[in-house]
C-alpha cells in the first residue's frame, strides 16, 4: 500500500472528529513514513508495520472518545465511549472469532494427526521384527523409528506455531486493554 493510499483510507476513518486532532493524528503518520524513507525503507514497508489503517482509525475513534469521557465526565461523553469500544470489541468478534475457530480447530486436527502418526510408527517398530514386512524387519524398525520421529518433529512445530498463536493474541488483548485501562483506573 502507497502513503497516499494509507493516509487516504486513516483520514476516511477518522472522519468525525475534530480537524485538528485529524491533522495531528495525520502528521503523526506522515512522520512515520517520513522517518521510514530516511531509514531506506519502502512505503509499502512502511505501512505494513504501521497495520490496517481502517483498523487503527476505529482504535484512535476509540481513543478518542475515552480521552472525551475522562475530562467531560458526561453521560453522552460515556455512551459514546462505551459504544465505540463495543463498536471496536464487535467487529473483532465478527471478524476474528471464525478465524481463529478455524485455527483452533487445524491444530486440534493437526494434533490428534501426530498422536496417531507417533503410535503409528510405534506399531510398525515394535510388530516390525514379527511380521513379514517389504524390505525385511530392519525397513521396518527404522520406518517406525522415521515415522515416530517425523510426528515428534511436527509436534514440535505445532507447539511453536501454538505459542506463536497465543503470544499474538495476548498482544492483541493488551492492545484493546490499553484503550479501556484508563476507564478501569479511575
Not at 472522519?15 to 495531528?24: H, N, S, T
Not at 519502502?42 to 482504535?59: F, T
Request: charged share 20%; with cysteine; glycine share 12%.
Amino acid at each position: 500500500m502507497t502513503r497516499e493510499a494509507f493516509i487516504a483510507r486513516l483520514r476516511e476513518g477518522l472522519r468525525g472528529l475534530p480537524p485538528q486532532a485529524v491533522a495531528d493524528i495525520i502528521a503523526d503518520y506522515e512522520a512515520h513514513f517520513a522517518d521510514g524513507e530516511a531509514e531506506g525503507r519502502s512505503e509499502a514497508d512502511v505501512a505494513k508495520a504501521l497495520g490496517d489503517p481502517d483498523r487503527l482509525a476505529r482504535e484512535i475513534r476509540a481513543e478518542s472518545t475515552m480521552a472525551r469521557w475522562r475530562e467531560e465526565r458526561s453521560p453522552s461523553a460515556a455512551a459514546s465511549a462505551v459504544f465505540a469500544v463495543l463498536g471496536l470489541g464487535a467487529i473483532d468478534i465478527l471478524v476474528l472469532l471464525p478465524i481463529l475457530m478455524g485455527i483452533a480447530g487445524a491444530i486440534f486436527g493437526l494434533a490428534v494427526a501426530v498422536v496417531v502418526c507417533f503410535f503409528a510408527g510405534a506399531v510398525v517398530f515394535a510388530a516390525g521384527p514379527f511380521v513379514d514386512p517389504p524390505g525385511g524387519p530392519v525397513t521396518a524398525i527404522l520406518a517406525g523409528i522415521g515415522i515416530m520421529a517425523g510426528s515428534a518433529s511436527g509436534g514440535a512445530v505445532l507447539t511453536i506455531v501454538s505459542i506463536g498463536l497465543m503470544n499474538a493474541l495476548v498482544w492483541y488483548g493488551r492492545l484493546h486493554y490499553r484503550l479501556l485501562k484508563p476507564a478501569l483506573e479511575s
